[in-house]
């Protein structure tokens, strides 16, 4: 390691979703092009630009793959289905071997004939029904399960010799008998068990919520009951190398959704919370700048997420979407007065184009921004998805992200003699 005594540190601030298309809206312009973004500029101007395909051109990334590759994973390697990311978007804790399953509250007949896959979208009582089955053992398997938003929930089973090569019990169409789950090899044994132990977990569900207070107040106020639980998407949670000793980094985020903190815990960032941030359009975005700030006492990586952009576009409102990148600005111009620019680099970037026009994510390259000491200034002196496409990092991927920043933060293992 080279005798330098001072300590680099870094915050890498991602605005979900941030870039765009053009707008006609805007007059062509995109939401970040339009919006007032001072110190966005200044780091610009000050710093390195360029465009960064989160996984490679064209892909449209989502926020769990997106992040993943942000924080220096390859995502086909690491992202193992969406039961596991499922779970930790509803803050579960997931360890590298779990089977995780997505599952639906839903609806059934005494034949076992799906009535309702949404059990009417039930909204309330889901923890309670949830609680009759989190924690149980099914053989020598520990069962977790955590309701979610209205009618979802996950499901994570522990134990040894499970594998997520199974089908689903959700038969994904009304009318129509729950399925028994099945190895899709029948010559794996561990898929054999794991199908075994679902089915199990299934009858067991329709048994402890047929007749459950939640449910028997449903019926009789003409709604449908959420009698059984519906598992689909198995998946396992990858194994993957702890991102603070695989970097020499110590690691923190900073963020609003569920989805986002999950993944963080799961490579093993320490999750700051801020109960202001509410992951919507008014959300306190100075609250999470000030966490920023506290955790970069501690830590030597900051990952802070800010939702809003995302929601924006997501409702086809480019304004709204100006709106909260200028809070972000702010916010970020508060930030440079709190850190020692002599030490600390700032990064300032997106996890997935999101377009207003479309209403989701789509496959163009985002801006990035690395701003901090002995970064090779370019000529770009804006930040945006084209000003910053002149810039001197070129097009860059996801991956490389953390690479760059080991590097310029010089506790980087050298490859080679
Ligand atoms: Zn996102």
Redesign the pocket.
């Known amino acids: 390691m080279a005798a330098s005594a001072e300590t680099r540190k870094v915050i890498v601030l991602i605005g979900?979703?941030m870039a765009d298309r053009p707008h006609p809206a805007l007059g062509g312009k995109t939401p970040i092009e339009t919006a007032h973004t001072p110190n966005m500029d200044r780091l610009a101007l000050e710093g390195e630009t360029g465009l960064m395909d989160l996984i490679a051109p064209g892909v449209r990334v989502g926020?769990d793959t997106?992040h993943l590759a942000l924080l220096g994973y390859d995502p086909y390697a690491v992202y193992t289905g969406r039961g596991p990311f499922e779970a930790l978007g509803v803050g579960m804790e997931v360890r590298g071997g779990d089977i995780a399953f997505r599952c639906n509250f839903s609806t059934v007949d005494d034949n076992m004939v799906v009535v309702d896959r949404r059990a009417g979208r039930i909204t309330e009582g889901t923890d309670q029904l949830a609680a009759q089955v989190n924690g149980i053992f099914i053989e020598d398997v520990q069962v977790f399960f955590k309701e979610s938003v209205a009618h979802r929930g996950a499901l994570i089973l522990r134990g040894p010799g499970l594998s997520p090569k199974i089908t689903d019990a959700d038969p994904h169409a009304e009318g129509a008998t729950v399925h028994e789950v099945q190895a899709t090899d029948p010559d794996d044994a561990a898929a054999r068990r794991t199908a075994r132990i679902v089915n199990q977990f299934v009858r067991l569900s329709y048994e402890k919520l047929r007749d459950h207070l939640v449910n028997r107040k449903r019926i009789a106020e003409g709604l449908k009951p959420a009698n059984i639980i519906l598992p689909r998407g198995a998946g396992v949670a990858p194994t993957i190398p702890d991102f603070n000793s695989h970097h020499n980094l110590q690691g923190a985020c900073v963020a609003e959704t569920g989805l986002i903190k999950g993944i963080a815990r799961f490579v093993g960032l320490r999750v700051l919370e801020v109960p202001e941030a509410t992951g919507g359009l008014d959300s306190d975005v100075m609250a999470m700048g000030r966490k920023v700030a506290e955790a970069l006492q501690e830590h030597t990586f900051v990952l802070c997420n800010v939702k809003g952009p995302?929601v924006a576009a997501h409702d086809h409102n480019p304004q709204a979407k100006v709106d909260i990148i200028q809070r972000i600005d702010a916010m970020l111009g508060w930030l440079l007065t709190q850190i020692d620019p002599a030490s600390t680099f700032i990064v300032v970037s997106a996890?997935?184009t999101t377009a207003c026009s479309f209403g989701d994510h789509t496959g163009e390259p985002v801006p990035i921004v690395i701003w901090g000491p002995e970064v090779r200034t370019d000529d770009v002196a804006q930040f945006g998805e084209r000003a910053c496409a002149k810039g001197g990092l070129g097009r860059i991927r996801g991956k490389d992200l953390v690479p760059m920043l080991t590097s310029l933060m010089n506790v980087q293992e050298k490859f080679g003699a």
């Open positions: 979900d979703g926020s997106g995302d996890d997935h």
